[in-house]
């Protein structure tokens, strides 16, 4: 078999990785086969710039053991050239091109089935919290607080707010089954979990017209996953600012304060009760995705004044109130060496 019709087997053929396959396996035989006889090929390329290109690295990494044998074959090509043997030299040589091209085939093929893997663990992760926010609901109904149903529903919104953070970044693109499906099942357990805030909402009394209202915005489960995902979380914090609306008739209780601290972590804040404030540490440039979420927990806790301290808290001010908090609740105060938002209203009592 010539070397060009072991080459041409990957030539013309549809774009696929069953295609790529067959091209790797013909160019491992098209190797051996010319590292055990003679053939007719062009003048090899210059190896150094085959050898140097961005994809190496990657095929050193993942796939070792075929990049050893192209080193291998480019050593032989090499000291065939110098011992002025040419045929050799062009034998070794584009034995080193095509064991070089299955190694960067290999590693690709690694990459692609770890994207595929890491994909089907995010499915089962957001199926495994809908789950479980789905049990929360019953208890929700004859709760006055959703403490609880925080708990069994943080790892579900662990994955729906990264994935909507993903989304904000558009830093997301791949077009896989797999990852359309995890973005449908992140969508279908933030809209349960805007329901069972809803069921706290009305547990507290919140008026049932504005219930039903944010109710009929909450996403289909057959729309586009997408869209899907940004209107479930939208209704999520609709389903906040009706909680808080409820809350706010109701005094702040050590039931409350719980329920704020357990939020507050759920949306990936570090918080704790202090005497005078429950405060929430901030990082020093929050994200627009990190504002969003304050805006929609302080939303759910209404009562009392904002306070910001520390380095850029004015600034912070602003932002906040471009997402949606109220301003006449924000006060920037002195006496911190780091960024907090305190709420005077939620202090540990004394």
């Not at 696929?16 to 051996?32: H, P, T, V």
């Not at 055990?36 to 050898?51: D, I, K, M």
């Not at 085939?105 to 893997?117: D, S, T, Y």
């Not at 209404?302 to 609740?329: D, K, M």
Request: hydrophobic content about 45%.
């Amino acid at each position: 078999m010539k070397l060009r019709d072991a080459a041409s087997l990957g030539a013309g053929a549809p774009c696929g990785w069953m295609q790529r396959m067959r091209w790797f396996c013909a160019a491992i035989l098209a190797s051996e086969l010319l590292a055990g006889c003679g053939g007719t090929s062009p003048p090899p390329l210059r190896l150094n710039e085959v050898f140097g290109s961005a994809r190496v690295a990657v095929a050193r990494r993942e796939a070792p053991d075929l990049y050893a044998r192209a080193e291998l074959a480019r050593r032989e090509a090499e000291r065939a050239q110098a011992r002025g043997d040419r045929e050799a030299a062009q034998d070794h040589a584009t034995r080193a091109r095509l064991l070089l091209e299955a190694a960067i085939v290999e590693a690709e093929r690694i990459a692609l089935e770890g994207e595929r893997l890491e994909a089907l663990r995010i499915a089962d992760e957001a199926a495994t919290a809908a789950a479980a926010a789905e049990q929360a609901r019953h208890e929700l109904e004859r709760e006055r607080v959703h403490a609880r149903a925080a708990a069994l529903a943080r790892a579900q919104m662990q994955e729906a707010w990264a994935q909507a953070a993903q989304e904000e970044a558009r830093r997301f693109r791949r077009r896989s089954a797999e990852l359309t499906a995890a973005r449908r099942r992140a969508a279908l357990a933030l809209r349960d979990r805007a329901r069972l805030v809803l069921a706290a909402a009305r547990a507290l009394g919140a008026d049932a017209a504005q219930v039903e209202q944010v109710a009929a915005t909450l996403p289909r489960p057959d729309g586009d996953p997408a869209q899907a995902l940004e209107q479930a979380e939208q209704a999520y914090r609709a389903a906040l600012a009706v909680l808080g609306a409820a809350r706010a008739t109701h005094p702040v209780d050590e039931a409350v304060r719980a329920s704020f601290l357990a939020d507050a972590r759920e949306h990936g804040f570090d918080a704790e009760l202090r005497p005078e404030a429950a405060v929430l540490s901030l990082p020093r440039r929050p994200t627009t995705a990190q504002l969003r979420a304050l805006a929609a927990l302080t939303a759910a806790y209404p009562h009392g004044p904002l306070r910001l301290r520390g380095p850029s808290a004015s600034s912070l001010r602003a932002r906040l109130v471009t997402a949606g908090v109220p301003s006449e609740r924000l006060e920037v105060v002195r006496g911190s060496q780091k960024l907090e938002l305190a709420l005077p209203a939620y202090g540990a009592p004394r």
